[in-house]
């Protein structure tokens, strides 16, 4: 399985990103993927889902704000994200998740990153 993001870069706070993810691989329309981010000094986080059938999950922090899609037709997961804050610059990873015997969802594959660097 190949994750292949893009799209990050340098805004201005109040600005407006679109990342994308290739996916390669795998059977794409069947995974739920995700998007995580990683600022300085801090751990991995969650921001968004969304499964095969296209429901969604969102971190607090970014309801409203964010979201995420898919075109399985591309094998692509996007994350849109809009009214930037400082506080969302970070690595973003895009990843495949799986259920594991406990039906929790982890993380089976990650994409290399992408930085996202909003300035204020």
């Known amino acids: 399985v190949q994750l292949q993001a893009s799209g990050g870069g340098l805004v201005q706070a109040g600005g407006s990103l679109r990342l994308s993810c290739a996916a390669s691989g795998l059977i794409f329309g069947i995974n739920v993927m995700g998007w995580y981010r990683q600022a300085p000094g801090k751990q991995r986080e969650l921001v968004a889902t969304?499964?095969?059938?296209?429901?969604?999950n969102y971190a607090d922090s970014v309801k409203g704000r964010f979201s995420i899609s898919r075109d399985n037709a591309k094998n692509t997961v996007y994350l849109e994200m809009n009214s930037l804050k400082s506080e969302d610059t970070a690595v973003y990873y895009c990843?495949?998740?799986?259920?594991?015997?406990?039906?929790?969802?982890?993380?089976?594959?990650w994409g290399q990153g992408t930085q996202v660097t909003v300035s204020s």
């Open positions: 969304i499964s095969d059938g296209g429901s969604t």
């Open positions: 990843a495949r998740l799986t259920y594991n015997s406990a039906y929790k969802l982890m993380v089976s594959d």
